[in-house]
């Protein structure tokens, strides 16, 4: 697992524990919490006139030694997100975001605001208004973080008059000074060209800028993953200018072009008066979009305040949970444990009843155990700050390359190379009587491990749910899905009558299992490509030569088991030799990263970003927005069968929509920020804008007519050519 999401979980695993508490602070007060942050919701306007603008505010006070977070919240936390409710023709635009501060926590770097904080929102008031008065809502939701870190939200209101007619609104005198200290730290445009420059690991950000006498330098880039956050940021000046050498994030490929200059650049500037704050923005200086309100992903609704609300939205969840662990069943990422299944079932259909009781109630212990062990796993590092999701694991090449060592290992075994024996069994299937029952627990285990890649219809919006409820609520769903995933195999067995219409244990059972053994070996080959595209050349033939060691090590374990005397100890020193050598290549394949996945194609699709996606909808253009990921099957078959059919493509280009793909294979705080925002812990996930500010949430299985018919739906103006008509 990489080392960000251990230190962050070392750092702020309290948060594990303070989700409900934190979430309901603002609202109840009954929480020691309460009083790390006071929202309030206020104007600079004091009236409100027909077609003049109004700018409303959110600020946010926090209790020394806290702090909330900026649009980019640098190596954990997420930013404030504000959704309004306004009147029928009143429209709220985007965020303003001051310059923000670097807040070091241990050895991660947070961007954000310590004290107090104004957001400024620019709001679009109608030509014609009634009587009023008018009123504005929003609900605020933040973390608030120190060593700890605390989920919350607040419902604001505020009541404005309406302006007599012919007269323009006037600043209230009580928020006046507020805003105008708010304004004082938006960034403005730079008044010099400013370049990045190619510098290998480490570019230069330049001001063409003779004279700038500068200290306390530091630029806050909008993109997540350009830069290395916590890194020194070392600025010098000369006769040409400011010159400030970064260093790139690790995630980048080593022949990547230098990450753009898009960003807040803060210093001090030394003037004849003396030191001058100053912030600038850099490049694409337009800040994120204000969040759109999505279409439901699911009937589960948001947990309301009173206890009987928060009880159903759970029960539907918990259901909604089970029916996608059933379905789970028949996705292709559980088909390859399926093998060791039917020739479990097999086994076990010449033994007493009671036997194959045990050995279902064996199984569902193995996949409840895994899916809440996972479960815990993912809520102590969302709590801690690490922006991850279902899947998460798979995220990381090393466990990629042992579940491709484990597989191959298994399939060597069923296709005679080697022989499982003692307490080896129970790594696989269980074929022997002894340690059977342990064998149908690690089943269970590998079954819920091979299954994360997938998500079920169902699965997605429940697990979403259950991770913005707090553990308690994640656990029950959790437990929800596991039992669903568990129920076929231990309804048969515990109707054992079933297991009597298969065919007595007997010698084409050996037939059988080589034939077993070719879909883990298709999955060893699927594994090896999602390797590849989360590590470099030098790792692949790391992971490669892993594969080479697991046949060597299963060879000398069946040569030692029959030898005798030095063969025997030959046999073990070359396992020992083999294991020995997994682990260094492990070692170097760890190291070895690759950058983003490139996903731009002649077709016009572009990678996704939230800069580039604000852009597209700032020019009124409908957008298809593709979250997937390489170890996503469910993903690759969406994409293959369905979005890059010829009748597909053919209907986004004749509604001009634009195709943005976001790659998950590794960790990416954008991605994960829109997945939890759609109520989403993990891939697929399918967003169509309009255009005109609404978006659809396409189900996670597509068809052809799915797809068709939503972009049918689309309206017929969306889009440049809306402009010409």
Known sequence: MPARPLALLALL?????????????????????????????????????????????????????????????????????????????????AVEWPAPERIPVGDLMNFGYEGEVL??????????????????????????????????EANLSLGLPVAPAGTSPRPDPRTAELFAQAREKVPVPAPWPVRMSEGGANPVLTLDAPGLRA??????????????????????SDAAGLHLRLQRSSQAAPDAPAPRADGVLTLTEETASGPVRRAYALGEAAPAPAPVAAAPASPIPAAPATGTGEAEGLWQAALLAFLGGLLLNLMPCVFPVLSIKVLSLVRHSGESPGRVRLHGLAYAAGVLATFLGLASVLIALRAGGAQIGWGFQLQSPLVVAGLAYGLLAMGLSLSGVWHLGGRAAALGDGLTRRTGLEGSFFTGVLATVVATPCTAPFMGAAVGYGLTQGAAVALTVFAALGLGLALPFALLAAWPALLRRLPRPGAWMETLKGLLAFPLYLTVAWLVWVLSQQVGPTGLMAGLTGLVLVGFGAWAIERGRTAEGLGRRGAQAAVIVALLGLAGLLAVLDRDRAGPVAVASADGVEPFSQARLAGLLAEHRPVFVNMTAAWCITCQVNDRATLRADAVQAAFKARDVAQLKGDWTNQNPEITRVLEANGRSGVPLYLLYDGRGGVAVLPQILTESIVRDALAALPAAAGPRAALR
């Not at 603008?53 to 640098?74: D, E, F, I, Q, S």
């Not at 400024?120 to 008065?133: A, D, K, M, N």
């Not at 200290?215 to 070392?234: G, I």
């Open 215 to 236: 200290r306390d330098v530091a630029f806050f880039p909008y993109s997540e993953t350009a830069l290395e956050h916590a890194a020194p940021q070392v600025a010098t």
């Open 13 to 93: 695993a309290s948060c594990l524990v303070l989700g409900p508490a934190g979430a309901q602070a603002q609202v109840t007060g009954r929480s020691k919490y309460a009083d790390l942050v006071r929202a309030e919701l206020v104007t600079q306007e004091g009236a409100v006139a027909p077609g003049s603008p109004l700018t409303a505010g959110v600020r946010l006070t926090m209790k020394p030694g806290w702090h909330v977070y900026w649009r980019n919240p640098g190596d954990s936390g997420l930013p404030p997100e504000i959704a309004w409710t306004l009147p029928a023709g009143f429209a709220a635009g």
């Open 119 to 152: 957001l400024t929102v620019p709001l679009t008031v109608p030509e014609t208004l009634g009587p009023g008065p008018v009123s504005l809502k929003a609900k605020v939701s933040y973390l608030v973080c120190e060593r700890e870190c605390v989920p919350g």
